[in-house]
């Protein structure tokens, strides 16, 4: 059984703690065995489903940010991990951080390494993530390796606002477009075709049909919007939540020419920034690129760095000879790879390409938007337009005929 406590020390300061125990006075126990007077206690009841969910997207890219540039910080100017944890745990005020780091802190007490609570959670904590603090921790690096663990995260983060801020047009666009039909085939057409219909008027053939197709979804709005809204939330499960679906949307994304471009760029990106983060860490460079391909997304691009690894460098091949044998990597990349392990330089390379691949992803992203707006803006029109035509032609033969 697990149990959350609170406890006064010698000082009379509150301390907060999770711990593992028989029962309740066992737990009592082991409080006053740490010269701390029980406050309160509290049983955690069924710990793997709450902590499963308690840690399905609740701890932020940005909690991450923090508590890694924190411990960065705390152990350069002499801080030990488990006083700079027991600072953080006083410190966060959000439920979900905080229960890790109180976690983290009991691991710790029990001798337990540092990265294994973050392992349990790999939801939260990707393979890179923990292999980053894992190497850290064996090398005696973990202070450089929160550094650079902090910077790489806000590359990441940075990455993703620019991505999200060039996709923000178009889906406004995107919504405004649907607001403007459902208000045009719900409201405007039913009273222009109601005119017609009701006025001894025989519309053109082509107006008839816009006429009642827009008196149809007038009449059926209300179940027309909840099937939209059904099959959109279904469709969007189906695709974000399955495998199968997540498998048919990247097959033909990456049959999309513009799309493609994208996925490959962001793909680089990550193998180049998680590479050489692994390698500064000081993980042995196979493991290094077995976690790589993991984080990369692309399956062509990770099935390529599981072969230079498996079929090229354990088998005696340099990291430039196993590079240069694979199509899928940009021969830029492969080429600069192969010159930076001779002049020992690989690290820092990587890091460069890492930068220049993700300036290459916003680029691309911005290439994506531009070719969508237009595609948008073109199929609005063709709606618009041919409900504007639709009431225009019988207008006009009706003002002919006088």
Known sequence: ??????????????????????????????????????????????TSLDFSKLFQGKVTLQDKIFITKYLSLMMKVGTDLFKAINILVD?????????????????????????????????????????????????????????????SLEKDKDLRSKIKSALTYPVILFIASIIILILLVSYSLPKIAGVFTTGGFEPPGFSKIVFTVGLFIGDHL??????FFGITIGSLIFFIKT??????????????????????NIAVQRFAATFSSLLSSGLPIIESLEVTADSVGMPDLRNSIRRIAQEGIA??????????????????????????????????????LADFYAKEVEMSVKTLVTFIEPIMLLLIGVVIGTIALAVIVPVYQLTSAF
């Open 91 to 151: 410190d966060f005020e959000k439920r979900a951080v905080k229960d890790l780091l109180m976690e983290v802190r009991a691991n710790l007490e029990k001798g337990k390494p540092f990265y294994s609570t973050f392992a349990k959670y790999p939801k939260s904590f990707s393979p890179v993530f923990v292999n980053l603090i894992k190497a850290g921790e064996v090398s005696g690096k973990l202070e450089t390796v929160f550094d650079e663990v902090s910077v």
């Open 222 to 227: 209300a179940l027309l919007l909840t099937l």
């Open 243 to 264: 495998m199968v679906g997540r498998k048919l949307i990247y097959d033909i994304a990456l049959h999309i020419p513009v799309i493609k471009k994208v996925i490959r």
């Open 315 to 352: 088998k005696g091949l340099t990291v430039g000879e196993a590079f240069r044998r694979e199509t899928v990597f940009p021969k830029i990349v492969a080429n600069l790879i192969a010159i930076s392990e001779k002049s020992g330089h690989l690290e820092s390379i990587l890091s460069t």
């Open 1 to 46: 059984m697990k149990f959350r406590y609170k406890a006064l020390d010698a000082s009379q300061k509150i301390v907060e703690g999770i711990l593992q125990a028989t029962n309740s006075t066992d737990a009592l126990v082991k409080i006053s065995a740490q010269k701390l007077r029980p406050v309160s206690l509290q049983e955690i009841r069924n």
